[in-house]
């Protein structure tokens, strides 16, 4: 506890926090165009950036501790022909409610309508989160707009 008129410091270009976030993150994203005509997880093959803490197979990511997570991801369409993009963050095998990212494009709109969204998630040690649903995404590997990612903003106490 710090008492008001009790710190009086200065933090300078030498100030470290020693933060541990960086190994509690993820940043991948999808390399190509694709057409999810079932639903399924999106499989974010390439990765900016992969956490110790995580692990990922098939754009599934595994959490191995506990505690809350600040998520993120972003799905563009690639179709101009009304294919919807309906997709929601999945924690284990369940929809998490208020995740829908959802876009319907108008047959000769733009041809990258996209949705996105950010959530706080309270997650267990092995909890699995993941991108799931149906649609015909655009991925590449210069300019992806299709991306998952997440850090552990706080232990779970």
Same mark, same amino acid.
């Given at each position: 506890?710090?008492?008001?008129? /009790?710190?009086?410091?200065?933090?300078?270009?030498?100030?470290?926090?020693?933060?541990?976030?960086?190994?509690?993150?993820?940043?991948?994203?999808? !390399?190509?165009?694709?057409?999810?005509?079932?639903?399924?997880?999106?499989?974010?093959?390439?990765?900016?950036?992969?956490? !110790?803490?995580?692990?990922?197979?098939?754009?599934?990511?595994?959490?191995?501790?506990? +505690?809350?997570?600040?998520?993120?991801?972003?799905?563009? @369409?690639?179709? /101009?022909?009304?294919?919807?993009?309906?997709?929601?963050?999945?924690?284990?095998?369940?929809?998490?409610? +208020? /995740?829908?990212?959802?876009?319907?494009?108008?047959? #000769?709109?733009?041809?990258?309508?996209?949705?996105?969204? !950010?959530?706080?998630?309270?997650?267990? @040690?092995?909890?699995?989160?993941?991108?799931?649903?149906? #649609?015909?995404?655009?991925?590449?590997?210069?300019?992806?707009?299709?991306?998952? !990612?997440?850090?552990?903003?706080?232990?779970?106490?």
């Amino acid at each position: 506890t710090v008492t008001a008129g /009790t710190f009086n410091s200065t933090i300078g270009s030498s100030a470290s926090l020693n933060h541990d976030a960086e190994k509690y993150a993820w940043h991948r994203f999808a !390399s190509s165009v694709t057409d999810v005509s079932s639903n399924a997880s999106i499989d974010f093959d390439s990765v900016i950036y992969q956490g !110790s803490r995580t692990t990922e197979s098939a754009g599934i990511v595994t959490v191995l501790d506990a +505690g809350l997570y600040w998520v993120s991801a972003s799905v563009s @369409a690639n179709d /101009t022909g009304g294919t919807d993009i309906d997709f929601n963050l999945r924690v284990n095998s369940t929809n998490v409610n +208020g /995740t829908r990212l959802y876009v319907n494009p108008v047959s #000769g709109a733009v041809l990258y309508p996209n949705c996105a969204g !950010s959530w706080a998630v309270k997650l267990s @040690a092995n909890d699995t989160v993941h991108i799931y649903g149906t #649609g015909k995404y655009y991925g590449s590997a210069n300019d992806s707009m299709t991306f998952f !990612s997440g850090v552990r903003i706080g232990a779970k106490s």
